[in-house]
């Protein structure tokens, strides 16, 4: 299994409280990706990021916001949750973009 | 825009083929994928096919492409009760930077 790991795996949190989602790898993979899952939406796509520094916004990207200062971590932050935001998130790892991407375990959130 | 679609729901016998189908939007597609998908668990890739190729076969799996159509299916030979689960199409699109667009999965339910 690719080695990516997603912190921490559950939370419930309040809200407006700022919330903070870690994904961890350590195949040194440049692209990195942060997904929601919700019942029949499938995924969606919140932010990626393409290198150190450099992020795009996805489909579903309002009211989130992401940093990535390092290969291998990949920062993904509520700035003010609300309850539209629970939801099970996921991160992603490519090495090239192209031949697949690799998935954390996932992010239960809860906002109560 | 992109859209890619999927039945919800598919029920087999065990022994029995699955047949999963997929139909998407963008002609400008790179690759499609398949992933997997058990219950609390992360996404795992099953297999991916190039825009350019017809058939893919990778022991039990089969991806069939049909281009004009823009119509994917996996066909899973064989099916086992540990082939239940949840089962992703997914497209990369070369004019969005090789974003992931995703159905809403595939059930697949294994009668004994």
């Known amino acids: 299994d690719a080695g990516i790991t997603q912190s921490p795996r559950h939370k419930v949190t309040e809200t407006g409280t700022p919330v903070t989602l870690r994904c961890h790898q350590t195949e040194n993979h440049r692209y990195m990706y942060w997904y929601r899952q919700d019942p029949g939406h499938g995924l969606r796509l919140i932010h990626y990021?393409?290198?150190?520094?450099?992020?795009d916004k996805g489909e579903v990207s309002d009211g989130y916001s992401v940093s990535r200062s390092k290969t291998e971590d990949f920062l993904l932050t509520l700035e003010s949750a609300t309850s539209s935001q629970t939801s099970v998130y996921f991160c992603?790892?490519?090495?090239?973009?192209?031949?697949?991407?690799?998935f954390g375990q996932g992010t239960r959130l809860t906002v109560v | 825009g992109e859209d890619v679609e999927q039945s919800l729901f598919l029920s087999v016998r065990e022994g029995d083929s699955s047949v999963i189908n997929c139909t998407y939007t963008d002609s400008s597609s790179t690759y499609l994928y398949w992933y997997k998908q058990e219950p609390g668990a992360g996404l795992q890739l099953l297999t991916y096919i190039f825009s350019n190729m017809d058939m893919k076969q990778d022991q039990r799996l089969t991806v069939l492409l049909n281009k004009k159509d823009k119509h994917l299916s996996l066909r899973i030979a064989d099916t086992q009760t540990g082939d239940s689960a949840i089962y992703f199409c997914a497209e990369s699109i070369a004019d969005s930077n090789y974003q992931l667009i995703w159905g809403a999965g595939t059930k697949l339910i294994i009668k004994p």
């Open positions: 990021s393409y290198g150190v520094k450099d992020t």
């Open positions: 992603a790892i490519s090495e090239t973009g192209l031949l697949g991407a690799f």
